[in-house]
């Protein structure tokens, strides 16, 4: 079945690190990959999503690259603001049949000034 | 658009009561999901339908928990009877197409 793994947290980056999240996926067909992003006593927002191999998506600053080689979907961004201190899911959903999301386990992120 | 709304944000029940939580998908979108967010277990999806139709509920823990979508604006989920290990915060989401998720901001369920 499908199944996604992120690095695990917490995550403590000092304001203007570069940061870094893995995620890799299992999946049959062609999925497409999302990131969503939970700030505090929040619903998900989803922030970016690629739809197919080397598509980049981008958001707010920050980007992911689909490698259907390395079936990994990572997330980053140059410079990291206090802002963006929030959890963050890595998420697939299969295209053929699957309607379902499948959720990573989150990471939890925190900037500090 | 207003988005997924939920109702109501907080719910504080003692425990072996009713609790029925709702939802309002956004117009237009033909799926519906429930989800369950909690430390130990992270986002667990209970229950989702399709054009007001159950597909796949094979994620809601016990007979406890039912879902009903009498139309395509409204969904509940109700608890019946509560029990403490029900604590958690609830979430629907809605979507059509492949794209991702519209989630509601939730409901923080305590039940004491």
């Known amino acids: 079945g499908n199944s996604v793994t992120q690095m695990e947290g917490p995550v403590t980056l000092s304001e203007e690190a570069f940061l870094t999240i893995n995620c890799t996926y299992t999946?049959?067909?062609?999925?497409?990959l999302f990131w969503y992003v939970q700030y505090p006593g929040e619903g998900l927002q989803l922030l970016l999503k690629a739809t197919k191999a080397d598509d980049k998506g981008s958001n707010k600053g920050f980007e992911a690259t689909y490698r259907k080689e390395t079936t990994s979907f990572h997330l980053e961004k140059g410079s990291v603001q206090v802002s963006d201190s929030a959890v963050y899911f890595c998420a697939l959903s299969d295209r053929f049949g699957n309607e379902k999301l499948t959720f990573g386990t989150g990471t939890r992120l925190t900037i500090i000034p | 658009d207003a988005g997924v709304i939920q109702s109501p944000r907080h719910e504080v029940t003692e425990m072996g009561q009713e609790v029925t939580l709702r939802c309002k998908p956004i117009s237009g979108h033909d799926y519906l999901f429930w989800y369950r967010q909690t430390m130990m277990r992270g986002l667990e999806l209970l229950i989702y339908f399709n054009n007001n139709v159950p597909i796949d509920d094979s994620g809601m823990p016990e007979d406890r928990f039912s879902a009903k979508m009498p139309n395509a604006s409204f969904s509940t989920l109700k608890i019946q009877p509560s029990e403490p290990r029900d604590s958690a915060v609830y979430f629907c989401?809605?979507?059509?197409?492949?794209?991702?998720?519209?989630f509601g901001s939730g409901t923080r369920l305590t039940v004491v």
């Open positions: 999946a049959t067909g062609y999925p497409s």
């Open positions: 989401a809605s979507r059509t197409g492949f794209d991702g998720y519209t």
